[in-house]
């Protein structure tokens, strides 16, 4: 299998260049930012053999059999689109778009065109989830309750390595999208209620800086979910699930009892990193000529439902 990784000096390029590295019978043969001296750069360093400013060099490519896209939210749609209408399968990093039209969109393509196309909804994969997932599909757990922080300090426009990015993040579509995805992934249920609330926006970066989001499902489950950029103190997201058959923290790959004793992860998957994990399951998809976990269309829902969420801002 050979990919091209799009926007991969960003932050998750990065982590996709690394994931991949793990993978058996997996090259990066292009590659593709915005610069062209640090996409050559970058691919110099890495031993990649294309590198480009344009995504449409890549995928006229014979040696590039599949794509991952890891570049601005704003243009995800569009470059969705580009690939599968190359006939490249396209793993979208999260969010698949900034809004339900596009995504929308992207479904009626991927239906139109028959490539596969998968939503970046790494949460699916980290094996502290996974574990939780396998218990509720085993009817040992039911989800009461959901109780989701995610937490940045963020004063200007930079990316998770610490860089000037040309795009604005954004509580609600990029953030929230995982712990919404996650949520009715976990329950089977989409949201039948759901709120939002947010503060003033920052005066420069022209979006909200705080949020707060509540849902339930048809069955009871609720998720009550905490968004800021202004924490200063640890950040990430760290997730409680309240259930019928215990209480349990995920912090990333890592999960522990309600009474912060480690759980033994060891046996859930083939590696304890979630990027790694989406990048096989995107792969072996391909291999196998089967429907990945995380379909475009089956992330529609979240997206349906952030929709939904924003409509309540107002």
Not at 73 to 98: F, N, S, Y
Request: negative net charge; proline residues 4%; hydrophobic residues 40%.
């Amino acid at each position: 299998m050979r990919l091209c990784v799009a926007g991969a000096y960003g932050a998750f390029g990065l982590k996709h260049l690394d994931a991949l590295a793990a993978i058996d019978d997996v090259s990066v043969t292009s590659v593709m930012g915005p610069t062209q001296s640090k996409i050559e750069a970058l691919a110099n360093e890495r031993g990649i053999g294309h590198a480009s400013t344009s995504l449409e060099d890549c995928l006229a490519r014979d040696d590039v059999d599949a794509v991952i896209l890891a570049t601005p939210t704003q243009i995800h749609a569009e470059q969705a689109v580009a690939c599968m209408r190359a006939g490249k399968p396209v793993l979208i990093e999260i969010p698949m778009a900034d809004s339900l039209a596009d995504s929308r969109m992207i479904c009626d393509v991927q239906r139109e065109t028959g490539v596969l196309a998968m939503a970046g909804q790494v949460r699916r994969f980290n094996p502290s989830h996974q574990w939780i997932q396998n218990k509720i599909a085993a009817g040992e757990l039911k989800i009461q309750q959901m109780d989701v922080q995610t937490y940045f300090f963020r004063r200007s426009n930079m990316n998770a390595k610490g860089e000037p990015r040309s795009w604005t993040d954004h509580l609600l579509w990029h953030h929230a999208c995982h712990t919404v995805d996650l949520f009715q992934y976990q329950t089977g249920e989409t949201a039948s209620e759901c709120f939002g609330l947010q503060g003033p926006p920052h005066p420069e970066l022209g979006i909200a800086m705080d949020m707060a989001i509540g849902m339930k499902t048809p069955q009871g489950a609720i998720c009550t979910l905490s968004l800021s950029f202004n924490n200063d103190g640890p950040f990430g997201t760290f997730f409680r699930y309240i259930c019928d058959n215990g209480t349990y923290i995920a912090r990333y790959d890592d999960l522990y009892d309600g009474s912060e004793n480690p759980i033994d992860l060891s046996d859930v998957a083939v590696s304890n990193n979630g990027i790694e994990l989406i990048d096989r399951e995107f792969i072996t998809a391909i291999q196998e000529g089967r429907e990945p976990n995380g379909t475009v269309h089956d992330v529609l829902a979240a997206m349906e439902t952030l929709d939904r969420i924003e409509k309540s801002f107002s």
